[in-house]
């Protein structure tokens, strides 16, 4: 449904239930890539009910792409613009940042009860808001030390209907689509080179899934990726191309007919790194995982296999950068896991599987 066609969302009828007394936190969580206008409805609706509410923004200190474009400062600035502009009282907002854990549920929920209880300090006054549409709402039973609040707000409005908009440059579209203090903060943020760039590797993204569509049934890629320690640091690339050009990444790539995984981990190695052939990934093999995530490349179903080698310790093998990579160089692990925001799709997360292991 294009914007045009989508009606916009109802603000909900006064109900008995807004007549109770007030909770004292409401807990809302989302992306927010960007708010729209469902969001501030559902947010106007919960300020009924709580006396503040802990906006919880997921996929923070995440790369930009373009389904994360935006940063979670921004979109809390920006979620603040729209709720004061909306005659809320900025005192009645807090927010927590959180990152994703694609493969480690049980540190997503860590971080969320963590950040809100940084506010809560111990109070079991604590309501949860949300809606329960689909599947991607599962997380609302997640909490049941919290009271659910069911929001009554009903739209067909997503991020993804305003991101489709904004990266195809349908700024007139995205105007009926968020409350003006959001599209006051798109218009300016498409003059950046950070638009330029996210709006380049949507265009690439687009192109690359349009090669497959008429494939008689959905692509599944098969990709080998390499984990290599040595002496503290972690082996990486940075990428040369679309899609993440410039982030971080593991040597790895796309499995071809007649290799194994190995062989596939070792070879991209070697060739995106110039790791010198002296150096034997095959006897250094510490682990091996299969990493699934069903949307953990925006370039379509993606499965990696990663293989983590550890070369022990000693003075660092000299590096020569490689096929396509922009540079290949030997980061301090410290360094590596406090910036994922540096990364390439869920590499950070992968990189971090193994060293939690060890």
Known sequence: MSSSDAPAAAAPAPSQSSARRKRTFGVYIGRFEP???????????ALQSVQKLIVVIGSARAARNPKNPFTAEERQEVIT?????????????????????????????SEVQRGVQHFTRGSTDVALIGHVKDESSYYLRSFPAWEF???????????????????????????GMVPP?????????????????????????????????????????????AVVTRSGHVLLVRRGGMPGRGRLAM?????EPAETLLDCAVRKT???????????LRAA???????????????????????????????????????????????????????????????HAIIEHFLMRG
């Open 35 to 45: 708010p729209h206008a469902a969001h501030l409805l559902v947010m106007l609706e």
């Open 81 to 109: 613009a729209m709720l004061l502009e909306a005659g809320i009282a900025r005192a009645r907002l807090l927010f927590v940042h959180v990152r994703d854990y694609y493969y480690n549920e049980a540190l997503w929920l």
């Open 149 to 175: 609040i069911p929001s009554h707000v009903v739209s067909p409005l997503s991020a993804t209907d305003v991101r489709r908009a904004y990266f195809e440059g349908h700024l007139d579209d995205v105007r």
């Open 181 to 225: 203090a959001v599209h006051a903060f798109l218009e300016r943020f498409h003059a950046t080179p950070e638009y330029a760039e996210l709006r380049a590797e949507y265009d690439h993204l687009r192109e690359y899934r349009a090669a497959w569509a008429d494939a008689p049934f959905p692509p599944v890629f098969v990709t080998a990726d």
């Open 251 to 255: 040597p790895g790539g796309f499995l």
């Open 270 to 280: 070697h060739e995106e790194t110039g790791l010198g052939a002296g150096v034997d």
């Open 285 to 347: 093999v510490r682990g091996n995982a299969v990493f699934d995530y069903p949307e953990r490349s925006l370039r379509g179903r993606t499965v990696t296999h990663a293989f983590n080698f550890d070369l022990g310790i000693g003075q660092l093998p000299l590096l020569q950068g490689g096929s396509d990579a922009a540079e290949a160089l030997w980061l301090p692990l410290g360094d590596a896991m406090a910036h994922p925001e540096l990364f390439f799709e869920d590499h």
